[in-house]
């Protein structure tokens, strides 16, 4: 079992962090007394707002997560404006392609979901496996662990992301270096903002608030857990699916037939 990571003093980063999960994160980070975190996003207005509204040991940088060129710049002028990182948390993400989804909708999933994660691993593990010490928490997501009937791509590319998180933290123990893993179902971000009744993520079950999702976080740290699921019953699904595969799928086609006949009844 992996250390425990003790937040006090550190150096954070969060990707994605502009708003919903990943701003939750930030604050939490910042309330069990990080020294710095900085976020980063897409656009630079949000950025900055947020960056403001989490105070004065907050600074945003604005890049795309999916430039490899970018993450790799962005990692070492963080660690010469603050010090060595501490925590990198990898949580930008993206909801597209509906159904079996287009190429557009693969590549950008496959290059926010997964890519990202590789070229902040690349740029800062060898910093970390220096210092003998840091932690690299990767957002997937229960459909990494289970499914989301809603879409592929987005489904396969975050079965890739706790794939991928699986190895780092096998693979780099030695260095010192921990992981770790997150997997909500429903979060109330801007991501969910649009989903109706018949989303497969509603029918799945009750939504939770970012918060949550920052408290599950900080409490997986503390107890040195790699999956962090701020939903308990992911678990026990997982375990169902482990168990009876074919007994799995059949439930799932079953929540599928329920989903098609609400949408069928315009709900
Ligand atoms: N909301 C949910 O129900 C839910 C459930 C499971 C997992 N997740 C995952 O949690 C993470 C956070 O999602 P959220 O729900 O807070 O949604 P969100 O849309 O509020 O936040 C995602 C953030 O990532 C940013 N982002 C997207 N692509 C980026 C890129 N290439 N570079 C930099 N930033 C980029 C977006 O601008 C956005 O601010 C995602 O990885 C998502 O897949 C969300």
């Given at each position: 079992m992996p250390e425990p990571f003790s937040i006090p003093g550190t150096t954070a980063v969060v990707t994605g962090a502009a708003g919903g999960i990943g701003l939750a994160i930030a604050r939490r980070l910042l309330h069990q007394g990080a020294a710095r975190v900085v976020i980063i996003d897409l656009d630079a207005d949000r950025v900055a707002a947020a960056a403001e509204e989490l105070g004065d040991r907050a600074d945003g940088v604005a890049f795309d997560v999916a430039d490899e060129a970018a993450a790799a710049a962005a990692v070492a002028r963080i660690e010469e404006d603050?010090?060595?990182?501490?925590?990198?948390c990898s949580n930008a993400?993206?909801?597209a392609g509906e159904g079996l989804g287009?190429?557009?909708?693969?590549?950008?999933?496959?290059?926010?979901?997964?890519?990202?994660?590789?070229?902040?691993?690349?740029?800062?593990?060898p910093r970390m496996a220096e210092r003998g010490r840091g932690h690299f928490l990767v957002t997937a997501s229960a459909a990494g662990l289970l499914t989301q009937l809603d879409s592929a791509p987005y489904t396969a590319t975050k079965h890739g992301a706790v794939a991928l998180a699986e190895w780092l933290a096998i693979r780099h123990a030695d260095d010192g270096i921990s992981v770790s893993c997150l997997c909500p179902q429903g979060v109330n971000t801007a991501?969910?903002?649009?989903?109706?009744?018949t989303s497969a993520t509603r029918l799945g079950g009750a939504y939770i608030e970012p918060e949550d999702v920052g408290e599950a976080v900080v409490a997986a740290l503390h107890a040195g857990r790699f999956l962090v699921l701020?939903?308990?019953?992911?678990?026990?699904?997982?375990q169902r699916r482990a168990a009876d595969r074919d007994r799995w799928l059949e439930g799932m086609r079953r929540a599928w037939a329920t989903i098609r006949a609400g949408a069928a009844r315009g709900e």
């Open positions: 603050h010090g060595p990182i501490d925590l990198w993400g993206v909801a287009d190429d557009a909708a693969w590549e950008l999933s496959w290059r926010v979901h997964v890519m990202a994660h590789v070229y902040a691993a690349r740029a800062l593990f991501m969910t903002a649009g989903d109706g009744g701020p939903h308990p019953e992911a678990a026990d699904y997982e």
